[in-house]
Each structure stands twice: as C-alpha cells, then as structure tokens.
C-alpha cells in the first residue's frame, strides 16, 4: 500500500506536504491499485503530453449530447492548447445546451469535420468510438488521424495510442487539470472555470461517493486561478427550465417500482406536449434516486426522431451498474451511473432492461465489493 500511495502521489500534483491529501479509494485490483498500474498510466500521460506539444493542428471531440463536464473538459483543454499557439477546433455533432452557454469558449464548439490536416484527435470523457458520433469517427479513422483518449470512466475502451484514464477521479476536467500542469501552461480565470463547471457538474455539486478531498483541493485550486465557483453553482442549480419541470411532474406520473428499482418512461409525445428534448431529461434520475427507498432508478428516452431508446441509471452506493450498461450498445458510465442503448418500442424496453437488472442483482453480479 505504502508503494501504491507514493505512485498515486507522484501522479497527482495535488498533494499536501508531498504526501497523499487522501488515502486511495478502493479500486478494482488488476491495475488502479497497483504501482504497475500507475506506472502505465503516468506513461500514458507522458506520451500524451508529448503528443500534445508536438501537433500544430488539434481537433478536440466528446461524446454525443454533451455534458458540463464534457464540455468543460474540452474547452479548458482548448483554451490551453491555444496558449501553446495549437491550432484547436472542438467539435460536437450535437446542439449545446442552452443551460451549459455560460462556460467560457463555448462559441467555438461546433460540428464541423476532421480533415487530413489535422494532426491529433483528443477524445474527452468518451467511453468508445462510437460514443463520438460516425461521422466524425469514420473522418478519423479515414484520415488516419492518431487519438489520444482522456477521460474518468473506468468502463473507457482505451481506444487511442496513449490513453489518460484515472477512474479515481470524480470528472474527466480533473483529469484535465492533471494534463495542463504537466504541461506547464499557467491556469487563468476561462481555464479555471471550464473545468470547475465538469467538476461541480459531474460531482453533482460534490455530492457523490467518488469526491475525495482532491476533488476539493482541485476545485479550491480553481478558484484561486480565477474561477468563479458561484457562477457555477448558480449555474447548476439553475440548470432546468421550467418547462423541463413539467415534462418531469408528466414522467413522473408514470413512475413505476419493483424491489428496490424505480424506473419511468418518457415518449416522444411527452417532449411535443411540454416543448422539451431529450436534454431536458438530465437530472431525473438522480431525482428518483432521492427516494429513500430507491437503491435503482432508471429513465428509458425515446428519441423524438426515432431510433433506439436511451437509458440513464443510477444507483446507490453498494451497487456496481456496469455489468447492466455493458451487456448493451453504447453501454459504459461509473459504477453508479451509466447509460446505454435498447432497442424500441419504449415499454417493451423498460420491461426486459428491468427484468435483466434483477437477474444481475439476484445473481449478485451487481454487489459492488472492495
């Protein structure tokens, strides 16, 4: 353990005194808990950086209808990639969310492509390829454009030639935050508060199991640099329109529970009657999950174009969701968050989702042990 606390430390430039400011969470023993681990990944981080500083032209990507954190993550990374004189693009199939307009930088995401100029593909808080949308993974693989992954999710495919994954961590901006200070780019105020709004975003305002006091010291660190941790918080609690609470209260009436599992349905007539989108759904599972007698909560999205049905779920602690998200396309998230894919028609699909979840959890492929 001694061997496994000083690796970690070494990693993460967040310490106190030059030792740990926390002792290491429990981690999955193959890698995360190991001074070999930790040395693959400080490797990782090496070549990355080095791909960093040897492109001229970059081209930053995340993941399908994006998130704070997504964003975040992405736009301080482009923001010090410029103070490098890199040419950066950050490009995203989807439409921002109006509520996520306020992180500095982020006029400059847009669709766009990934021409053969390009010299580096950094793919932030993106599981797999096919989390990036086709187009844009069909341009790279095309182009024969080399990828370097960053991301927190521990489920990641690791898909690039140097992939920055820290499980640890409560958001891919941390992991960020890691990377800018190898390269010794100096944080400002944008910088600062791109990746303060993943972390507050993706920690739900420092709320969930994976905030450790490094998240913290990150965030403190942040805010010394200039960001400003109330225009987030501002920002996240006041994330939802209002029409997005009417199309909750409608999802609601169709809640549903069975065993500790709570699950509802949302049509796309639903999001015609209220005005609503997809996006307007964020947060309602971790609503449901409030209930104190909820240990799973689950929300099944049609899409109002068509296709297959997403689904977000949450869980207490205890529990490990994985095992459900990657039994299915598109599957992956934490331990106690994740999303995935199922094909239509919607009550059909919360059914069988809801059927195999307690399979999971009577086997006890869902305990989330040490």
């Not at 095309?142 to 991301?151: L, Q, W, Y």
């Amino acid at each position: 353990m001694k061997a496994y606390e000083e690796a970690r430390a070494s990693l993460d430039p967040l310490t106190v005194c030059g030792k740990m400011a926390s002792p290491p969470p429990a981690q999955s023993p193959d890698w995360t808990t190991s001074t070999a681990g930790f040395e693959a990944v400080k490797s990782d981080l090496t070549r990355a950086c080095q791909c960093l500083k040897q492109a001229r032209r970059i081209t930053l990507v995340t993941h399908e209808r994006p998130d704070a954190d997504a964003l975040g993550s992405s736009l301080g990374l482009a923001h010090a990639l410029r103070k490098m004189d890199k040419q950066v693009s950050v490009l995203s199939l989807d439409m921002v969310p109006p509520s996520l307009r306020f992180i500095p930088g982020i006029e400059m995401v847009g669709p766009g492509t990934v021409d053969r100029g390009v010299d580096l593909v950094v793919a932030l808080d993106t599981g797999e390829p096919a989390q990036i949308g086709a187009r844009l993974y069909a341009e790279i693989v095309e182009n024969e454009i080399p990828v370097v992954v960053v991301d927190h999710h521990d489920s990641n495919a690791r898909y690039g030639i140097a992939n920055v994954i820290l499980p640890w961590k409560a958001s891919t901006a941390e992991v960020v935050l890691q990377i800018i200070r190898e390269l010794n780019v100096p944080l400002d105020e944008r910088i600062a508060t791109c990746l303060l709004a993943g972390i507050v975003f993706d920690s739900r305002g420092f709320a969930i199991p994976e905030t450790e006091p490094e998240t913290l010291e990150a965030a403190a660190l942040l805010m010394r640099c200039g960001g400003s941790l109330t225009q987030v918080m501002e920002q996240y609690r006041g994330q939802h329109a209002l029409k997005a609470l009417q199309l909750w209260g409608e999802a609601l009436t169709h809640l549903q529970t069975r065993e500790g599992i709570a699950w509802t349905t949302i049509s796309s007539e639903m999001y015609a009657a209220t005005g609503t989108t997809m996006e307007d759904t964020e947060g309602l599972a971790n609503l449901i999950l409030d209930a104190v007698d909820v240990q799973i909560s689950l929300v099944f999205r049609e899409r109002p174009d068509g296709g297959p049905i997403r689904v977000s779920g949450r869980a207490k602690p205890g529990f490990n969701l994985l095992p459900l998200a990657q039994s299915y396309p598109k599957g992956g998230g934490h331990k106690r968050a994740v999303g995935f894919e199922v094909p239509p028609p919607l009550a059909q699909a919360a059914e069988s989702v809801v059927t195999r979840l307690q399979a999971l959890w009577k086997a006890g492929h869902l305990n989330d042990s040490p």
